[in-house]
Antibody, heavy 122, light 110 residues
């Protein structure tokens, strides 16, 4: 059973930073692209970022470009999202999700974590 | 405001069929694969359809996807009360170089 477990969420002040982690198990992590998707309270899904299986390709939503950075450590089967210059509108549940491809211009996420809540508030 | 437009809500009776539309443009749906997700209350999304019309293992054939031009459609037949959920379309937008989700559609099974 593929497992994705996010951690690192919490309350942070505007302008602050936070790093989310997503620990993957029971699959060949290094073979798959990975996504971050977020959902503000009571709102719809918003795609955040994608990283290719080897970390060589990364793309971001305009709303986070220049502030967030996606990365991965295949030796640790872990995906990361470094979030800087946080704003109130970044408040959301952040999900990591596996893409069944090594990389592609698609938003196909076949396995999802349970999500971690990030609250940006003073 | 999403670049993909979905109706906010749809409803139908148990056993009936419903369709959910997703309208985009040539930079997204028109030239990229579409996926559909189901999100039950309080849970993570679940992949229902990928590559426009393919179902992952374990997804019943009551769920179907299609694409024509710059629009995509999710169809659900034999509606069950357990199908009450939010449904989202998603695709890549080549102009934005980013993924995009539709605004979501709440399905009510009356």
């Amino acid at each position: 059973q593929v497992q994705l477990v996010e951690s690192g969420g919490g309350v942070v002040q505007p302008g602050g930073s936070l790093r989310l982690s997503c620990a993957a198990s029971i699959f060949a992590f290094s073979s798959y692209a990975m996504h971050w998707v977020r959902q503000a309270p009571g709102k719809g899904l918003e795609w955040v970022a994608i990283i290719s299986h080897d970390g060589s390709n990364k793309y971001y939503a305009d709303s986070v470009k220049g502030r967030f950075a996606i990365s991965r450590d295949n030796s640790k089967n872990t995906l990361y999202l470094q979030m800087n210059s946080l704003r109130a509108e970044d408040t959301a549940v952040y999900y990591c999700a596996r893409d069944p491809n090594s990389f592609g211009f698609v938003v196909t996420c076949d396995y999802w974590g349970q999500g971690t809540l990030v609250t940006v508030s003073s | 405001q999403s670049v993909l437009t979905q109706p906010p809500s749809v409803s139908a009776a148990p056993g009936q069929k419903v369709t959910i539309s997703c309208s985009g443009s040539s930079s997204n749906i028109g030239n990229n694969y579409v996926a559909w997700y189901q999100q039950l209350p309080g849970t993570a999304p679940k992949l229902l359809i990928y590559d426009n019309n393919k179902r992952p293992s374990g997804i019943p054939d009551r769920f179907s996807g299609s694409k024509s031009g710059t629009s995509a459609t999710l169809g659900i037949t034999g509606l069950q009360t357990g199908d009450e959920a939010d449904y989202y379309c998603a695709t890549w937008d080549s102009s934005l170089s980013a993924g995009v989700f539709g605004g979501g559609t709440k399905l009510t099974v009356l």
